[in-house]
């Protein structure tokens, strides 16, 4: 399984950027897919997440300014990010995860396994 994130970049607060990840040698069937952010000096955050039925799941920080959505037919897992602040300032990641039917009705606690490289995101005031 490979992941490649693309879309970063630098912006003014308020802006709004959209970031995609190329996903190749995923079987899909059940599974959960998510994009993670990691400031510097701060922990690895779950920002959004979604499943095979397409249910998301949103981090409070980023709940009505982030959407995450999935395009099978292309392979791609997307990100619109809208009134960008500067605390959204981070490394964003993509990542992918096989899971059962139970674990993965809302993707909350599966621990992803394949990662892309991720794609820096930076928003000045």
């Known amino acids: 399984v490979q992941l490649v994130e693309s879309g970063g970049g630098s912006v003014q607060s308020g802006e709004s950027l959209r970031l995609s990840c190329a996903i190749s040698?995923?079987?899909?069937?059940?599974?959960?897919m998510g994009w993670f952010r990691q400031a510097p000096g701060k922990e690895r955050e779950r920002v959004a997440t979604?499943?095979?039925?397409?249910?998301?799941t949103y981090a409070g920080s980023v709940k009505g300014r982030f959407t995450i959505s999935q395009d099978s037919s292309r392979n791609t897992l997307d990100l619109q990010m809208n009134n960008l602040k500067p605390e959204d300032t981070a490394m964003y990641f993509c990542?992918?995860?096989?899971?059962?039917?139970?674990?993965?009705?809302?993707?909350?606690?599966?621990?992803?396994?394949?990662w892309g490289q991720g794609t820096q995101v930076t928003v000045s005031s």
């Open positions: 979604i499943n095979w039925m397409s249910t998301t």
């Open positions: 040698g995923f079987t899909y069937g059940t599974y959960c």
């Open positions: 990542a992918a995860q096989y899971t059962t039917i139970a674990a993965g009705r809302l993707c909350g606690e599966v621990i992803m396994t394949h």
